[in-house]
């Protein structure tokens, strides 16, 4: 059973830092993707960066030179560290955890990777979430 605990969320000025922290438990082969996402009231879900076991990120374009995801395999942590914060990222964080997905190139040639930022529905296992509030 896979449990994700988020961490590290809190109230913050604008241009300010904040690290947020998932604590994974139960991951295994079949969990190897994990993301960050984050969901205002009223708002559908939007994916912030996803990061594979390997460690090779992607993020979505608002994000981009701000934002840093990494993880720690040995420790099954995963984290977000947010510079210079903007109001707009004040948000509901969560952690995301899922398998790899087909994806065929050219040629059809088959590979697998993770869940794209806006695939939050291609992730399985989710935290409860933590506050990010960024004031202007």
């Known amino acids: 059973q896979v449990q994700l605990v988020e961490s590290g969320g809190g109230s913050v000025q604008a241009g300010g830092s904040l690290r947020l922290s998932c604590a994974a438990s139960?991951?295994?082969?079949?969990?190897?993707?994990m993301a960050w996402f984050r969901q205002t009231p009223g708002k559908e879900r939007e994916g912030v960066a996803t990061i594979d076991r390997g460690g090779s990120p992607s993020y979505v374009d608002s994000v981009k030179g701000r934002f840093t995801i990494s993880r720690d395999n040995a420790e099954n942590t995963l984290y977000l560290q947010m510079n210079s914060l903007q109001s707009e990222d004040t948000a509901m964080y969560y952690c995301a955890a899922g398998a790899l997905k087909r994806k065929y190139g050219k040629f059809g040639l088959l590979s697998f990777v993770c869940p794209g930022t806006h695939e939050y529905n291609e992730y399985n296992y989710w935290g409860q979430g933590t506050q990010v509030t960024v004031s202007s």
């Open positions: 139960g991951m295994g082969d079949g969990t190897p993707c």
